[in-house]
């Protein structure tokens, strides 16, 4: 089991940052995601980090804006949102995959965020 609890949503005018913070408690997971949902959207791939192989990669929506990173001594994944537009606005997420399957299974409870115009 992984237990995945996110922290640092929260309300911020356009053009501002914040950073996302998403602990991981558990068995050891090798790749971790950031996901968001909108009222009325399906839920979207933002960004993943492989736990060991510091490789990343992005959705075209936020390339450039955000960074996803790792502290493997705290067993926690960050992410940094710059640049943030109101369409932005959303539920962000963590989840970590089965690592049996390799589809994204372990999922946070979610952090608000507000970007205001």
């Known amino acids: 089991q992984v237990q995945l609890v996110e922290s640092g949503g929260g309300l911020v005018q356009a053009g501002g940052s914040l950073r996302l913070s998403c602990a991981a408690s558990?068995?050891?997971?090798?790749?971790m995601g950031w996901f968001r949902q909108a009222p009325g959207k399906e839920r979207e791939f933002l960004a993943a980090i492989t736990w060991l192989g510091f490789n990343t990669n992005y959705a075209d929506s936020v390339k450039g804006r955000f960074t996803i990173s790792r502290d493997n001594a705290k067993n926690t994944v960050y992410l940094q949102m710059n640049s943030l537009k109101p369409e932005d606005t959303a539920v962000y997420y963590c989840?970590?995959?089965?690592?049996?399957?390799?589809?994204?299974?372990?999922w946070g409870q979610g952090t608000q965020v507000t970007v205001s115009s």
């Open positions: 989840a970590a995959p089965d690592p049996s399957t390799g589809a994204y299974h372990y």
């Open positions: 558990g068995r050891t997971v090798y790749r």
